[in-house]
């Protein structure tokens, strides 16, 4: 409530000053002081005004599929990621291994996201594995993707779907309005005022959600995260994956804690490769674990592991429970045939409107949690809330009012699988190529 109040005063404040509105991505400074004025009068930089049908924060694995998929059925949408290129944990963390798409013979994941895979193998000059068998271990079925290109691709998907993408700012206020959101957030020389209908938090630990306040998860300890790279040979992008070490307690929630899991993953790097040849660093550490929405289902390890078919279900999800400990990690295959699924309910945080969570911060416990993070399922859930998001600001309502036969219906123009069509549990016809029929 302080946090609202706090933003509506300085809402006023900035209304007053008399900088006139901009459509989507455009900035318009009109009739009010100059952006040197401003400067002048002690305010550091031009306020921005950018209006949106839906802004999702976060460019990452979820987040950029959720904006190309808003973009895409017609919503004018913003992305705002605080770093300098899409793909998250795909491309900035160095984890270039999306997994799952396909279960017991079948694929269970496409849409978008598989896509961007798919596409990205292609021109790649590199072959998707063969998914018509289950595998003897999961990981041989996860699509090693050079994370440079997937960037490019990402970038260029959503520069198609007419998605304004704002690198370098983070929002930190968040207020409802009468129409929807009015989120204010800073970069480097730019603060910006959103005014949006729907909100999408695709940041990893549901940062914007904290923001509002709605109740979040968090584990007294959290998994791990890894610091990746590559010594000796050269790393080849799309063709192997790199080293890792662990980095204890790294948590993606604040710049402080950002900063520590950075300087404990690279100090221990550099003991691992004194005398020997670093040929591959990833800018910064990878995040397992850190914040999740307390959504109107919380999804238990007992649903995933008997593979519950939520009434609302969007879309599936398909990994072995993979919770990592500083020891390792042992990884429980799910049982024969079984496939979860997400309800839309999981994410929507209780007792909110207009506002979504996609990606790692899907409202589960933390066992169910470990593997519906994954990037396949990550990227399944982004296009689901991208399709909510932008039907719900298409018809002025909140995304749990919609009914979800037509969110699914959305989905599958957009190619993806969604669960719901008489027991569907994905498409028998596994090709191992790039097309994707519906
Ligand atoms: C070491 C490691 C190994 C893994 N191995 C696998 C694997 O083998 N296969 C697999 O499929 N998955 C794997 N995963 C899991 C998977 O990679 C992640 O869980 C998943 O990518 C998370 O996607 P996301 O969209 O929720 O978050 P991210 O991909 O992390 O995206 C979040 C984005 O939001 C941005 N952001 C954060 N806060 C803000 C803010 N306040 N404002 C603006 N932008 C913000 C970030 O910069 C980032 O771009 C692994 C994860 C780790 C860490």
């Known amino acids: 409530m302080r946090n609202r109040s706090i933003a509506r005063r300085t809402f006023l404040r900035h209304s007053a000053a008399g900088v006139a509105l901009g459509t989507a991505g455009k900035t318009v400074l009109a009739g009010g002081p100059t952006a040197n004025s401003l400067q002048r009068q002690g305010q550091p930089f031009a306020l921005s005004i950018t209006r949106a049908d839906v802004l999702v924060v976060g460019g990452g694995t979820a987040g950029c599929i959720a904006a190309i998929q808003a973009g895409r059925a017609g919503a004018s949408t913003v992305l705002l990621e605080q770093g300098s290129q899409l793909g998250g944990m795909l491309t900035t963390g160095g984890v270039a291994f999306p997994g799952l798409f396909h279960a017991w013979g079948r694929q269970i994941i496409a849409g978008i996201g598989w896509e961007l895979v798919s596409e990205c193998v292609a021109l790649d000059g590199a072959r998707l594995p063969d998914f018509s068998q289950p595998p003897s271990r999961h990981w041989h079925h996860q699509i090693m993707v050079n994370p440079f290109l997937y960037a490019l691709l990402a970038e260029e998907k959503c520069v198609q779907a007419g998605v304004t993408v704002l690198y370098y700012e983070f929002p930190w206020s968040i207020a409802e309005t009468a129409e929807g959101w009015c989120v204010e957030s800073v970069g480097m020389g730019t603060q910006r005022r959103i005014l949006c209908k729907q909100v999408i938090d695709c940041t990893g630990g549901a940062e914007v959600i904290g923001l509002v306040p709605l109740p979040r998860l968090r584990e007294d300890e959290r998994q791990p995260g890894s610091m990746l790279f590559k010594c000796d040979e050269v790393y080849q992008p799309g063709r192997e994956q790199l080293q890792a070490v662990y980095v204890p307690g790294a948590d993606s929630s604040t710049s402080i804690t950002r900063t ?25 550490a990878a995040v397992r674990e850190s914040c999740r929405i307390l959504g109107h289902v919380v999804i238990s390890h007992a649903d995933y592991c008997s593979g519950r078919l939520f009434d ?18 042992t990884p429980r295959p799910l049982a024969q045939g079984v496939v979860p699924s997400v309800p839309l309910r999981a994410l929507i945080p209780k007792n909110s409107r207009n506002i979504l969570a996609a990606g790692r911060s899907v409202s589960s416990d933390r066992l169910a949690d470990s593997g519906l993070r994954v990037q396949a399922c990550c990227m399944a859930m982004g296009q689901a809330a991208g399709a909510a998001a932008a039907l719900a600001a298409h018809r002025d309502t909140t995304p749990l009012k919609l009914p979800v036969q037509e969110i699914r219906a959305l989905l599958k123009k957009h190619g993806a699988i969604v669960p719901g069509d008489q027991g569907n549990r994905g498409r028998k016809s596994i090709d191992g190529g790039h097309g994707i029929s519906n």
């Not at 899991?261 to 490769?273: H, Q």
């Not at 279900?313 to 429970?321: G, S």
Request: aromatic content about 6%; glycine content about 6%; some cysteine.
């Open 260 to 284: 520590a899991a950075n300087l404990a993953g690279r100090r221990a790097i550099l003991e691992k490769i004194r005398g020997r040849r670093l040929t591959h660093l990833q800018p910064e």
């Open 312 to 329: 609302d279900a969007v879309c599936f999800a398909f990994y072995p429970v993979d919770l990592h400990t500083r020891e390792g990690v």
